[in-house]
């Protein structure tokens, strides 16, 4: 399966959106449904769609037996505790303001690597993170008054996903040197189903209305499913930073979407804190993308 630029450019721009949705269907959703058990039926529906592709693209690419420790880190890291906590933080704190935290992974990522694998981090780079501590310090400083009745738990739950999203970064950089990203992700999506199991069949919902289950078709096939198809194809024809700064406009979607079908507000000091958060990660993004390209050609 191959595509254009181009087309990979349009894909991308649908994606912001369909993640976005993904979010409030994902909100709408809990009222019936408990996180974890969501997120099992999330990952059984997404199977059917990934297993299509690994069948005709990576049919004969198995999982090595001593490989399966790190699959379930990934698992449990990439998948289980980081929307884990991002669906719980959705009682505590708005869609829009969940987004931009988790827009800051980059960066994370980033300083993680300069402060455990001593990888270079410019000034640059040091500005763009400053910028963002500044960003997100406005986003919870609108909410300062309702921050100790509640919110604040929002909050360090959605940063808890952004860490959990770091460490599973570094958990699967060893795996794609022997598995393309189809496998991983396929290898990834049966563990969790696995662990998931036990808790979900004991914590069936009563009834699903015909809206829930819908939402759960295409919170899985959709974006879970097509979704993360697209992401790895975006990958390997646009490559990291391109695609990564796509990602980052996912805030943009999700307050639009969250005010259209949730009536959220976010006040013009998180506006103003959200822009500064994109604005610096984009800018810590591209200059890594720089200096990844510059020891590359050393």
């Known amino acids: ?20 949705l993904d979010l409030i269907a994902t909100k709408i959703a809990l009222a019936q449904i408990t996180p974890l058990t969501l997120m099992f039926f999330k990952y059984v529906i997404a199977l059917s769609v990934v297993l299509v592709l690994k069948r005709s693209i990576d049919k004969n690419d198995r999982m090595q037996k001593k490989d399966l420790p790190i699959f379930f880190l990934c698992a449990i890291f990439g998948e289980i505790a980081y929307f884990g906590l991002e669906f719980n933080a959705m009682s505590f704190v708005t869609v829009s303001v969940i987004s931009v935290i988790l827009s800051t992974v980059p960066i994370v990522s980033i300083l993680a690597e300069a402060v455990i694998f001593k990888r270079t981090i410019t000034l ?55 598995y393309s990203s189809i496998s991983i992700y396929f290898y990834q999506t049966v563990i969790v189903i696995i662990l998931l199991t036990p808790y979900a069949l004991t914590h069936l919902p009563a009834e699903i209305s015909l809206k829930t289950f819908l939402l759960l078709i295409y919170i899985g096939a959709v974006t879970t499913g097509f979704g993360g198809i697209i992401y790895v194809i975006a990958l390997n024809v646009m490559g990291v930073t391109p695609t990564a700064l796509f990602s980052n406009f996912l805030p943009l979607s999700t307050t639009l979407l969250a005010w259209t079908f949730l009536a959220e507000r976010v006040s013009a000091i998180q506006v103003f804190g959200g822009v500064v958060t994109i604005v610096a990660t984009c800018i810590v993004v591209i200059e890594k993308d720089r200096i990844t390209r510059l020891m590359s050609n050393c």
């Open 1 to 20: 399966m191959r595509f254009s630029k181009k087309t990979s450019y349009i894909l991308m721009a649908v994606l912001v959106f369909v993640w976005g």
């Open 124 to 178: 640059k780079m040091i500005f763009g993170t400053v910028l963002s501590v500044i960003g997100v310090l406005f986003i919870i400083g609108a909410d300062f008054k309702e921050l100790f009745s509640g919110k604040i738990i929002g909050y360090i739950l959605a940063f808890g996903a952004v860490f959990c999203w770091t460490a599973y970064n570094f958990i699967t950089d060893s795996l794609h040197e022997r």
